[in-house]
């Protein structure tokens, strides 16, 4: 780790735990939890990431019925549309421009992580000119229906288990396809585990990182 985390943001326009940058014009990273998620959950994931740059985990804009938060409140939080993630598109934004103009965030170079439900607003940001990444990880995830049209020449990494009862391995691997026909570079990796990361594809993550944006 690069120093103590901290809590920031008062919900204007969203609450974060944050990581200022190490070393000046390394990548940042922005993670984005699931269904149910919150700040910190996300933080395990930097043991994964080789990077020195900033490092923000906001916390979804709704209150979840199960507890934690959610950054859609549409009915099945494990799908959904560019329509249903819009108003999280809008705060992420906001909070982009914030850390641009009191963080120096450099918001050109930035990846986007996340998992399951944070996975599909990565892409559906990725589908505003404000939001642009420079990369995708998507962790456990989904692809929104409408969501690939600004993805041809992006690099993204997938993990997925094929144990996952959630979000079920045949449904990521006819995602990973749409993204490909879409012109995105994907890497893919399965592990034998159920709704979350495998020690695997943590290990695939950090390589892939490493040969992408070090």
Same mark, same amino acid.
């Given at each position: ?6 809590l920031?943001g008062?919900?204007d326009?969203?609450?974060y ?6 070393e000046?014009n390394?990548?940042p990273?922005?993670?984005? &939890?699931?269904h149910?998620?919150d700040? =910190?959950?996300?933080w395990?994931? =930097?043991k ?13 804009l709704?209150l ?7 950054w859609t ?8 549309t560019?329509?249903?993630l819009?108003p999280?598109?809008?705060a992420l934004s ?5 850390l641009?103009?009191?963080?120096e ?6 990846i986007?992580v996340g998992?399951s439900q ?11 000119d404000?939001?642009r990444p420079?990369g995708i ?6 692809l929104?229906?409408?969501?690939q ?5 992006m690099?993204?990494y997938?993990g &997925?288990?094929?144990?996952? =009862?959630?979000?079920?391995i045949e449904?990521a ?7 490909r026909a879409?012109?995105a570079r994907?890497?893919?990796c399965?592990?034998?585990v159920?709704h979350?990361?495998?020690v ?5 993550l &950090?390589?892939?990182?490493?040969t &992408?944006?070090?």
């Open positions: 780790m690069m120093g103590d985390p901290r920031a008062g919900g326009p969203l609450v735990r944050w990581q200022p940058a190490a000046p390394s990548v990273a922005i993670l984005l &939890h699931g149910t998620g700040e =910190t959950v996300m395990v994931v =930097t994964a990431l080789p990077t020195k740059g900033m490092i923000v985990a906001p916390r979804g709704y979840a019925s199960e507890g934690g938060y959610s409140q549409a009915i099945h939080p494990d799908r959904g560019l329509d249903d819009a999280s598109i809008q906001t909070l982009v421009d914030q641009e103009r009191e963080a965030l450099d918001r050109t170079r930035m986007l998992f944070g996975a599909a607003l990565a892409f559906a940001a990725a589908e505003d404000r939001l420079l990880v998507a962790l456990a995830g989904f929104p229906e409408d969501a049209a600004h993805l041809s020449g690099p993204v997938w &997925h288990g094929t144990q996952d =009862t959630r979000i079920p449904e691997r006819a995602d990973v396809e749409r993204l879409a012109g994907v890497q893919m399965e592990a034998d159920g979350r990361v495998g695997e594809c943590m290990r695939g &950090h390589q892939w990182w490493e &992408h944006f070090s």
